[in-house]
T-cell receptor
């Protein structure tokens, strides 16, 4: 069975601090996809990144970076120089291979990030 | 704007009632997914339809049902509502299913409150 664990329920930082959100996943598939979504207070789900299981390169997008390590089944998300607008709930998610017929997402419980001015 | 529309945006009803949530996928998308976000269960997959046929089922209660119509819009029917059904219901759509990876695009959600 697939499972995503976000052990950090809530994190509070002061603006300009760096913060890392942890994500650990479980799957028996060799092909899978990992995602991060942001849910601001307004409630919509905002897609941030998708990674497939064969691409372990780390990715950087502006102040955001992601560290994918298959050896530890982790896909961690770092925000550098955090800003108040980064305050949101962040979800890590896992999707099995398309060949299984459905790309349904399995979500972690989410990490609520509060960035204080 | 993802291109996925959901109506209504908010719904307030009483226990025991029945409601219908509607989702219109992005133009050209054949797959529709329903997810429920509740305080107890978090964000969980309910059901997927592909081109009118049920494709995958998750933790969907027997009191809930869904369908996808020939014009590809989908409806999620919730009956005999209980307080615990209060949640944010998301619909997502994607181009296809089962061949190569297909990105899911999420709608804004319908917030259901059961009093």
């Amino acid at each position: 069975a697939q499972k995503v664990t976000q052990a950090q329920t809530e994190i509070s930082v002061v603006e300009k601090e760096d913060v890392t959100l942890d994500c650990v996943y479980e799957t028996r598939d060799t092909t899978y996809y990992l995602f991060w979504y942001k849910q601001p207070p307004s409630g919509e789900l905002v897609f941030l990144i998708r990674r497939n299981s064969f691409d372990e390169q780390n990715e950087i997008s502006g102040r955001y970076s992601w560290n994918f390590q298959k050896s530890t089944s982790s896909f961690n998300f770092t925000i550098t120089a955090s800003q108040v607008v980064d305050s949101a709930v962040y979800f890590c998610a896992l999707s099995e291979a398309p060949s299984r017929g459905s790309e349904k997402l399995v979500f972690g419980k989410g990490t609520k990030l509060t960035v204080n001015p | 704007d993802s291109g996925v529309t959901q109506t209504p945006k908010h719904l307030i009803t009483a226990t025991g009632q029945r409601v219908t949530l509607r989702c219109s996928p992005r133009s050209g998308d054949l797959s529709v997914y329903w997810y429920q976000q509740s305080l107890d269960q978090g964000l969980q997959f309910l059901i997927q339809y592909y081109n009118g046929e049920e494709r995958a089922k998750g933790n969907i209660l027997e009191r809930f049902s869904a369908q996808q119509f020939p014009d590809l819009h989908s409806e999620l029917n919730l009956s005999s509502l209980e307080l615990g059904d209060s949640a944010l219901y998301f619909c997502a759509s994607s181009v296809g299913a089962g061949v190569s990876y297909n990105e899911q695009f999420f709608g804004p959600g319908t917030r259901l409150t059961v009093l």
